[in-house]
């Protein structure tokens, strides 16, 4: 059993930064970034392996994120630079067996944390 736990969300102007942090425990050979606007289905933003050799990220994202892992601390991160209000969401992180980029594929999740941009 993979339990995950984000932290890092909060509300920011648009144009700032943020760095979300996801806190995993037990085995998992990627974990991944999505998120989820109200009313919106679960979006794929980033995801890593945690060797760092596959790295993937949502369209509307690139040069924006950066994901990235602290494997001594099984931790990973998402770097939000260059915000939009269009990124106002709820993030989650998730785990499962392989560099997925659809939600469904995913076997556990984080409990999401809040972040907002304002104009």
């Known amino acids: 059993q993979v339990r995950l736990v984000e932290s890092g969300g909060g509300l920011v102007q648009a144009g700032g930064s943020l760095r979300l942090s996801c806190a995993a425990s037990g085995r998992s050979y990627a974990m991944a970034w999505f998120r989820q606007a109200p009313g919106t289905g679960r979006d794929f933003v980033a995801v890593?392996?945690?060797?760092?050799?596959?790295?993937y990220y949502g369209d509307f994202v690139k040069g924006r994120f950066t994901i990235s892992t602290d494997n001594a601390k099984n931790m990973v991160f998402l770097q939000m630079d260059s915000l939009r209000t269009e990124d106002t969401a709820v993030y989650y992180c998730?785990?499962?067996?392989?560099?997925?980029?659809?939600?469904?594929?995913?076997?556990?999740w984080g409990q999401g944390t809040q972040v907002t941009v304002s104009s």
């Open positions: 998730a785990a499962s067996s392989d560099v997925f980029t659809e939600a469904r594929l995913y076997d556990y």
């Open positions: 890593i392996n945690w060797s760092g050799d596959s790295i």
